[in-house]
């Protein structure tokens, strides 16, 4: 089971980004999915969070800017990230809650790798 995350980028203050996030492999079912961010010197914190059936929390810094969403059929997490803030700038890492083909009694939480997301004018 592998998650890839995509959509990372540099923009300016005020603009917007969409973030993606795969999974794919051996796949028995997907619970809940979300996302971390880590800037410089600073503790990780979760930024967005769906379960299966589509209901959504967030980090109280980015309520009103931030949507999360999933498809299920393709497997796939999205964050769509508007009124972007020099603040924001953070590696955004995806996660997801899977039970494997092999074990399906077993759910793990797998990782994508981080993408970089700058706001800077």
């Known amino acids: 089971v592998q998650l890839q995350a995509s959509g990372g980028g540099l923009v300016q203050p005020g603009g917007s980004l969409r973030l993606s996030c795969a999974a794919s492999?051996?796949?028995?079912?997907?619970?809940?999915m979300g996302w971390y961010r880590q800037a410089p010197g600073k503790q990780r914190e979760m930024v967005a969070h769906?379960?299966?059936?589509?209901?959504?929390n967030y980090a109280d810094s980015v309520k009103g800017r931030f949507t999360i969403s999933r498809d299920n059929a393709k497997n796939t997490v999205y964050l769509r990230m508007n009124s972007l803030k020099p603040e924001d700038t953070a590696v955004y890492s995806c996660?997801?809650?899977?039970?494997?083909?092999?074990?399906?009694?077993?759910?793990?939480?797998?990782w994508g790798q981080g993408t970089q997301v700058t706001v800077s004018s």
């Open positions: 996660y997801g809650r899977i039970r494997p083909q092999d074990f399906r009694d077993n759910e793990y939480i797998y």
């Open positions: 492999g051996s796949i028995f079912s997907i619970n809940a």
């Open positions: 769906i379960t299966s059936g589509g209901s959504a």
